[in-house]
């Protein structure tokens, strides 16, 4: 044991600063080691007194023995340090010794830690101040900074003495509106009114010890910058106590603009104040009062807006020349939620209407009035006098989204590298993973494998050394334990999950033993259909590229929607006859499954080629596509026990030849909300679904009712399970009672996520005129009696809905589902929720000018009192009433 070392052990602090001082740059050197080790024995160790006296000579030696600028901060920043003010006194004059240059590099590797270091800014102070720098204004030393003046009294008076005394009292200040969570920081353990640092602060800046035109922008700049909560109130808060004069306010106008429209709340209240007051005192140009409303309207606040109503009718009284600049703004709020600011602007409009001296201003508010509510458009008409037969019409269509067109496969990779590229691409990406991408790169593998196996083993070399199966993984898994890791129906069989499975036969890492018993057994399927077929199919390509390799796949899909084109099929099946390969069952069950059978002359054309080909699979396609394959498959919605949805599906008699595992999509099938507990029920398999029955999405739609039904009831159950609904709405074939009804279930599910999805699909039908508006409100209306829709989430999709301009759908949907909830005697949960819904409804019928009678609606109406229920009532039979 050296001197060093001996005297660090025995805490002599003193000592280490002579043996130290008089060692050679080689001898501190080499004493580091020993010191790291002694460093992490102390730290391992329990604290003792006898370590709390060695602590400070280790910190010491370690400083004095380290000669780079970065090893020092580093030891100097550590955690764990026991009496480190003891040691300050024996390292600071060794350090003042170092050159000023290393000083500074110092002091910056310092304030560069990350926030959460425990600095101690007294430390840096006296290194910047022996190394003649400017300190280094950073979140970690502004964070430090406040530490230290805080450590020395919570009372103003305190502070603000501390603040005067600071010798980088400005720079650090200015580091405060800069720094990220120095609100925080400053507001721990009070309350804004009575914080004492922004009282001190104000203080200083009253007295001009801080300059006031930096304190004013620096709180201005912080807001407009957005942030957290407590950052923005802490920063308006001492703004406040800054009191700005009339002449501080009118110098910021663009700030306060910026700041009324997007910050947070009670900040953009005060913003609004001010404007009011510099617009109310001709200090605002009118433009600018303009350009303000139109961002204040359009905030959600209920108070924002009213209050930006109000002043508008102030500033037009006061002065009418501005009605062509303030009321086409105005009508921005005739489109917000909050019906009261609706009536306002209206009333608005009426009140002042007759002010306007520019067409151009009138046609704006005519035109902004165009989607709004049918008996609104008829008052703004009146209000400008234009003459209802020249502006008001008549409810248009629905505005519906585009239904995106489907995408062709792109050509299999032509090479083994960019094979292996894509499958090590696929693998490591989150999410789902598109249908096109994972079935054009399956189809490379089977493809490469058949053409030069040994070349693809090597370019999947790299990909294969991450996976959990692979012998040259960081945890190989057994020989014996692999194929079990597949097979299992708990196991939630992921695309992922099937190109392992692929990849793991490539390398035989499964026996063809194995997969053969597999495929023997319909495919280790699970409970859950279609998981069965999905799994069949990818044992069997496992199973082929351990015994057969096939030169491609039957089943690759000509679309990325699933639809494999006949002509391209039966090409197929002629490059095998060719070759004299052997055709995979399950490949060639999915291939027929997927061919378009629709297209009646390109089947008819494919099915003679097909017949020609003489081989039993060109037999059977030319059978499949001249009886048109599943066609006249029939799904029949019933209601059990009065009130519960079911869909029902007979035996389809055309899969009776398929494999084991497809045949179960033929065996007689019940959708209904009965919570299914499989796990197979990923989101990331689910949305695979639709592509391996493209033309019937029915079939695919009843084995999905008991997935996403039980998410309105269980929000952990399957989270995103309804990302399958748009895709399913985009098959090309008929929907029918099941996807309505999983549209329904989809509608009221508890994760917004799931429900923005299923607003998706539900708009999508509707483009695509696939959507039966009274099935569907069947539907919904069922599944809240029952309880497993809720009215209020309900509320919420279809309200999204709407908002998109599908008025005239949603209220289809509404005018047929209202009735049975209606006559209900609902709980007031329920009542609070059908409040939100008639508020849909009443919306809706405005807009699309929507007329008649809604079973139920009255004797709510002739309730007594204002809820929300009762007044939204009121509205909606009103709006049906055409006044």
Known sequence: MSKLIEAVRGGRTDDVVTIVNGMTAAERRGELPALRALRKEFRDAWVTPQLQAASPALLVACLGCQSGAAAVASWLTASGWERMWVAEKRFLPMLEERPAGWLAELAHRIADRRPSTDIRYHLLEAIVQAARCPMPVTDASVHAWIRNIYGNGWNTDVIAERLRQSPYLRPMVAGLFTAGGTGQALNSGHSNKDNPWLLALARLTAEGTLDRATMVDGCLGRLLRGGTAVDQRVFHRLLLDLDLSAEEHAGHTADWRALAADALQPVAVHAQSVLADLALAGALPTHDLADMTRAVLIRPEKNLVRAQLKLLDKAVTRDTATADALLPAAVHAFTHEDTEAQERALKLIERHGTHLTNAASREEILASAAPIALGLRTRVVEALGTGAEEALHAAGEDTLPPVPSPVALASPPASVAETAEETGALLASHGILPVADFERTLDGLVRWAHEDRAALLEALEPVAATRWWSRTCRRPLPDDSVPSAFAPSHVRFTPRLALDLVLAGLHQRITPGTAKAVLDGGGAHAGCLPDGPFRARFWEIAHRLLTDPQPFLLSTPSWDNGLLEPGELTDRLKTYQRLGAHVGACDFAQALLRVRTTDRAAAEAAAERAAVLGTPEGRRLADWLRTGGLTGTVLHRTVTDQTTPVVRSGEITALHMFPLAFRELGSPALGSHHRC???????????????????????????????????????????????????????????????????????????????????????????????????????????????????????????????????????????????????????????????????????????????????????????????????????????????
Do not use: F, N
């Open 677 to 883: 507990w499989c796990a197979a029920t990923a989101a990331v398999q689910q949305t695979h679904w639709p592509a391996l029955l493209p033309e019937h999405p029915e079939l695919i739609a009843l084995r999905l009712i008991q997935h996403v039904l039980p998410c309105a009831q269980y929000p952990e159950k399957d989270p995103d399970v309804c990302s399958v609904l748009p895709l399913l709405a985009q098959s090309p074939g008929a929907s029918g009672p099941a996807t309505s009804l999983v549209v329904a279930g989809g509608l009221g599910v508890q994760r917004q996520e799931d429900g923005i999805a299923a607003v998706d699909a539900l708009l999508l039908l509707a483009a695509q005129k696939k959507l039966d508006p009274g099935a569907l409100a069947t539907d919904l209306g069922a599944l809240m009696l029952i309880g497993i829709v809720a009215p209020s989430r309900l509320a919420e999709s279809l309200g999204t809905a709407a908002s998109t301009g599908a008025y005239r759908t949603v209220w289809t949907v509404l005018r047929d589902a209202l009735p049975p909830l209606l006559s209900k005697d609902l709980s007031p949960a329920e009542s609070r929720g059908l409040g939100e819904l008639l508020t849909v409804a009443a919306e809706c019928a405005e807009r699309t000018g929507a007329q008649g009678v809604i079973p139920g609606l009255d004797p709510i109406v002739d309730r007594r009192g204002s809820s929300r229920l009762v007044s939204q009532a009121r509205r909606l039979r009103a709006a049906l009433a055409g006044t």
